[in-house]
């Protein structure tokens, strides 16, 4: 999982903080920059955008579901914006990025996506113009006990080919 981190408030914090990553460098090394719920690596950057609660206490459905929901609109949300932005994104499904399928027993897929498929189902991607990166947004949960996280990834084009 990621450094501890403080969650953004607002859909207008979480996009400055997207728009933040789509304009960063890369950085040479994977690692933490000191930012809260950032980090990155060659190719990528990472961020918690905001989290709800853990469920090591309760995870009865009357807890659970309404902190799931409350995540989702804030991603339905997010990428109403950026589907504004940018026209429709697409959907990738992660599973593939596990590698359970792939017949080469080395395979190892690329961050961001090595992170996100542990962690989601899929990803809604927005292919950036007149740049080789993408944006992907997913909600992300790592074990039954640990907080949903909306995810904001940015990505070089190449890690999205299997």
């Known amino acids: 999982m990621s450094p501890q981190r403080q969650s953004a408030s607002s859909s207008d914090e979480q996009l400055s903080i997207i728009d933040s990553l789509s304009a960063l460098p890369f950085p040479d090394e994977k690692g933490w920059p000191g930012m809260g719920g950032q980090w990155g690596g060659p190719g990528f950057h990472l ?3 905001r989290e709800s609660q853990d469920f090591w206490e309760d995870r009865s459905n009357e807890i659970v579901e309404p902190a799931e ?5 804030d991603l339905a949300g997010l990428a109403a914006v ?9 959907t990738i499904d992660l599973w593939p990025y596990l590698g359970f399928d792939n017949p080469d027993p080395d395979f190892r897929a690329r961050e961001p996506l090595a992170f996100l498929c542990g962690v989601a189902v899929d990803m809604r991607v927005w292919r950036l113009p007149n740049s080789e990166r993408w944006i992907g947004l997913a909600l992300g949960q790592a074990d039954p006990e640990w907080p949903f996280q ?5 990505g070089e084009a190449a ?3 299997q």
């Not at 929901?69 to 609109?73: I, M």
């Not at 950026?82 to 697409?90: D, K, S, Y």
């Open 69 to 73: 929901r409350e995540l989702e609109a």
């Open 150 to 154: 909306l995810l904001a990834a940015v």
């Open 159 to 161: 890690s999205l080919v």
């Open 82 to 90: 950026l589907t504004g932005r940018w026209g429709a994104p697409e």
């Open 47 to 49: 961020a918690v955008l």
